[in-house]
Structures are given as C-alpha cells and as structure tokens.
DNA sequence: CGCGCGCTGTCAGCGCAATGTCAGCGGGGC
DNA sequence: GCCCCGCTGACATTGCGCTGACAGCGCGCG
C-alpha cells in the first residue's frame, strides 16, 4: 500500500511518515496543496492524508479537484480546527473520514485500515484466503494458524494482493503500489520478491494468470 | 434507502428517528442487540446506525457477529464513550465509520452520506452477451456461469468485440487495435486466435460475416 | 566506529505457455 | 463450377515468468 501525505508543518509530516513506514505502507510527501494534486495525478496511491491548511492550495478545494475529476482515492483529512461546520463541509466534498488535532496515531492508523479496507470492499481487518490469515492490526500473517515471519516487502506484497482478491494484479501495478516514488525498478524484482513469497508460504496460494498478473487463490 | 437505528435510549432513538426521516431516509428501530441483530439478518437495510453501549448484546459483539456472516453492510458506531481505545477497537471490528455523543446531527447525516456514497461504488463493470459474460475489473470471463481461463490476447479480442456489440468488425482493425505498433502481423493471426478463443468459448457466439468482419451475437 | 547479517534489486539462463506462420481444405458467392 | 475468403491443425519461435547466484545497502550490535 502506497499512500500521499499533504502536510505542511515539517515535524508533524516526518512523525506521519515515520509512523505509517513503520506500520509498513510506502510513504510519499507533498508539502502545499499544487505539488499533492501534481503527486496524485502522476503516481497511483492507494490512500491520501490530507491536511486542510496547506499552502498555495487548501485541502478542500484540492479535494474538490481530485473528486471533480473522477478520482476514488480515499482520502483521510486532518484539520486542527474542530467545529462540525469543518467537518460536514470536508466530508460533503468528497472526504472518506476525518480527524481533529492532535489525535492519537494509533487512531489514525486504525482509521487509514478502515478507509483502505472499505474502498477495497471488505468489511474486516482479517484478511482470509483459505489456510492463510493476515491480520492488518497486528500485521501478522499465519498459515494453517502457524505464524510466518514476513518481510516488510512480502507483507506489503501479500496485503495488496488480498485487498484485491478475485482479480488478477498485474505486475506493474505492483511496481507502482509497494514503492514510494523513490527508485525506479524492473518488474524482475516483483518475481524475484514473489519467489521468496511463495517459499515461505509453503502452499501454492498465489496464482500466475501468464498476461493478466497474479491471484490469490479464490478457495 | 433503509436504514436499521440501534439505539436503547428511548429518547436518542426518537431524535434519530426523526431526524432521519426528515432527511428522507426508511428508518427501523431495534431496541437491543438481539433484536437488531435478528432485524439485520431478516430484513434488507443499506446501513446501520449502531450504539455501542446496547443491553442483551452489546454494540461490538453485535458488530463482529456481523462481519464474521459475511455482511458487508455499512455501519456507523455511536458511543457515550470517547477514548482513543475504543474507537479503535470499534474501527477494527468493522465499523465503517465512528461518532462520540454528543454529536450535531448534521455531522451524522454527513458521515451516513459518505458511508452511503462509498457503497455504492462497488458496482463492477460486466459486458454481457447472451450466457457471455466478461468483467472487465478482475478480468474474468464465464459462460453459463462457468469460468474460462483466456490468454491475454483472447481476452483483449473478446473485450474489442464486445465493446464494439451490433457492429462488425474487420479483421484489420483487430489487427490495428490488438498489438501495439511494434510487429506487422498478417490478418491469419486474427483468424488463428479466433480460432482458440471459439473453441474456447464452446457456444458459437461470434458470427463471420464474411466480407465485413466479426459480431457477437445479439443474444 | 567497524563489522556482519539480513533484505532486496539485478543479472543471466532456462523452460514452457502463448502465439504467429504455413499449408491444406472447405464452402459460400457470383 | 470456379475462386477466394476464411478455418484448422501442425509446427516454429518468441518472450514471459521462474530460479539461483551475487552484490549493494542499511541497520544493529559489538
């Protein structure tokens, strides 16, 4: 999971950044309103954090954009204002959950689970795939209930795999979802991460669809 | 829309109930947890309005019972209580979204629109002809209900052909539409893979005009 | 501050599914 | 009845995706 944080105030956008890389998502920063909609346009994320007072662009009318021009994404905004006015207006104009100053980043982070599970159509945090299990909270992963030691990238890997079950994910969209804007790499890396997947999940859950991309098995 | 009102405080639930109505809403009231989950099970609603703290069956048990049925419903929790904990905990159970009382009334009916809203883009796109049928976002094909397992250029030739349904197309524009510039094919590649994909398909669905093109059948 | 280890991307080679080509055939249209 | 378009099965080729080896990097530990 690849996610946009637009946040101005630089301590407040390292500790968001720091927070979410150690809950194991890719992160990219925007620092004002034009260089998130630029960022959104290019790159494909799965989820934004958005705080309204940004520079050059304030969050709701960059959200307001973002939703005029077909955008899905969901979006997660941060205010420091709290009245109730700020958030019906925020929610109305596309938002898909909302969050005063100073919260609890473990709420945040629960609520980011809950926008990014939900837009995937699930409605809980345990993802199941026949034997295999993963759970977002503890991020875990067990097969036939014997727990498996993960690296961040094959979780990251595997997670996005199951948020999209039932179809099959091509190997670029992989390359774009698990990176930040960093690197560029080859897909090769996607096979070689995959390989060392499926090694460790011992069964064959993950199915090649040669042309189409990879499955987790339906079961 | 329908939705099911959870709520044992007689008083909180009239105030709901009316000002759910007034917003154009089918609103049903269940009084504890047993009987909005028998409500949940029998009845068909579009979201649920969900107080944590219910007598018989409390709020998270009821959510969980939920979630672990396979119900995909949207939920939104309402609760006396405001730590951080709970709310996450609550979040993590399934709820879609999460309210502390006191709350204004308009910030509800802005969270219900966007849980409301969210739901109903889960729509997947399917082209169907006939026992055909071809959803584009996972990128499978069934006849009679019966999975097939295409190639990626199968798969390709099919979309073109549905997409373009009523009109025949020539072979030469599959040709200029399939492959990307690279290699110039000859227009028996077309009739090779037509060939696997009709024998694939089973049923004759794609009609030669000869002279014109390929349709699919009207169906 | 240096060392080592685990993680991860790249490379080269290989096997196999996918797909284009070819040659022969059948049938529809004029 | 002839001719040409389109179909088919066999075969060749290509390129996708898998694998094992290796090297660079970052991080923790001594």
Do not use: C
Request: aromatic fraction near 6%; glycine fraction near 8%; hydrophobic fraction near 45%.
């Amino acid at each position: 999971m690849r996610l946009l944080v637009a946040e101005d105030e630089p301590h407040i956008a390292a500790d968001l950044r720091g927070a979410l890389e150690q809950a194991g998502y890719a992160v990219d920063l925007a620092v004002d309103g034009e260089a998130a909609w630029f960022q959104a346009e290019v790159e494909a994320y799965d989820a934004m954090i958005l705080d309204l007072g940004l520079p050059r662009l304030d969050g709701l009318s960059l959200l307001r954009r973002l939703r005029g021009a077909g955008s899905t994404m969901p979006v997660l905004i941060l205010t420091a204002r709290d009245g109730w006015r700020e958030k019906v207006e925020g929610i109305d104009a596309g938002a898909d959950d909302y969050l005063a100053k100073p919260f609890r980043m473990e709420e945040l982070l629960a609520r980011l689970r809950a926008i990014l599970r939900r837009a995937a159509g699930h409605a809980s945090a345990l993802l199941v795939a026949g034997p295999l299990e993963l759970d977002t909270r503890s991020r875990t992963v067990a097969v036939d209930g014997r727990a498996l030691a993960l690296t961040a990238l094959e979780y990251r890997l595997l997670a996005y795999l199951l948020h999209h079950r039932g179809r099959a994910v091509p190997a670029g969209e992989l390359l774009d979802h698990l990176y930040d804007g960093e690197a560029e790499r080859e897909t090769n890396a996607i096979e070689a991460l995959l390989a060392r997947l499926r090694r460790k999940l011992g069964t064959p859950l993950i199915e090649t669809r040669r042309g189409h991309g990879y499955v987790i098995a339906a079961a």
